[in-house]
């Protein structure tokens, strides 16, 4: 079965900083999608960014990026210019490639930004 | 975009009774819903995928007589919990993917949060 970890409960950083969310994941598939989605307090999910495993370049979105390494199985999510609305809970998932899949997600890491 | 309705947003249901939750697909044909349950600053567990016009899959430990799924359409899926504890209260999400293939995009409701006194 596949598994997601985010090892880091808490993380924080001051505005206009640089963090980054650290995600690993376990599965004997080739062929998935990563996601990172954030969980401000009004629980609504919304997603950040997608990668896709087949894709060797690592996916941006304007002030988020991610690392994917593959072989080490390391997915993690770099927020840069950190802006006080990024505080939320976020969290890693995965997904394989079969259609009805869902997604299995992460503990979640709670992101504190301060001014 | 596609949008996923969840309703209601907030329940208080007394011990013993039941609880309808609903999660509708507004502007796409979802054939495949997925319900998640949250705890307060947890993750969200998935409890089952519920499949259009067929009996709903549970993931491991879940009671599929106590949370009863029905996708009778293509727009709309149900979660009944039945005869509701205390325990059950928590927060539920719905997500529907907007299209039949694996990479299709996943689209969340806004979740309902169930309080059993």
């Known amino acids: 079965a596949q598994t997601v970890t985010q090892s880091q409960p808490e993380m924080s950083v001051q505005e206009a900083e640089t963090v980054t969310l650290s995600c690993t994941y376990d599965?004997?598939?080739?062929?998935?999608?990563l996601f990172w989605y954030k969980q401000p307090p009004s629980r609504q999910m919304i997603l950040v960014i997608r990668q896709e495993a087949y894709k060797q370049q690592n996916a941006t979105e304007n002030r988020f990026s991610v690392n994917f390494q593959k072989a080490a199985k390391s997915f993690s999510l770099k927020i840069s210019d950190s802006q006080l609305g990024d505080a939320a809970m976020y969290f890693c998932?995965?997904?394989?490639?079969?259609?009805?899949?869902?997604?299995?997600f992460g503990k979640g890491t709670t992101l504190s930004v301060s001014s | 975009g596609a949008v996923v309705s969840q309703h209601p947003s907030r329940v208080i249901c007394k011990s013993g009774t039941s609880v309808k939750i609903e999660c509708r697909s507004l502007?796409?044909?979802?054939?495949?819903m997925f319900w998640y349950r949250q705890f307060p600053k947890q993750s969200l567990m998935l409890m089952a995928t519920s499949n259009e016009g067929s009996k709903a899959t549970y993931e491991q430990g879940v009671e599929k007589d106590k949370f009863l799924i029905n996708h009778a359409s293509l727009t709309l899926s149900t979660l009944t919990v039945t005869s509701a504890h205390p325990e059950d209260s928590s927060f539920y999400i719905c997500s529907a993917r907007a299209g039949d293939l694996h990479n299709s995009p996943l689209h969340f409701g806004n979740g309902t949060r169930l309080t059993v006194t």
């Open positions: 599965t004997s598939e080739s062929d998935y999608y």
């Open positions: 502007d796409f044909q979802a054939t495949t």
């Open positions: 998932a995965y997904s394989g490639n079969q259609a009805g899949t869902a997604l299995i």
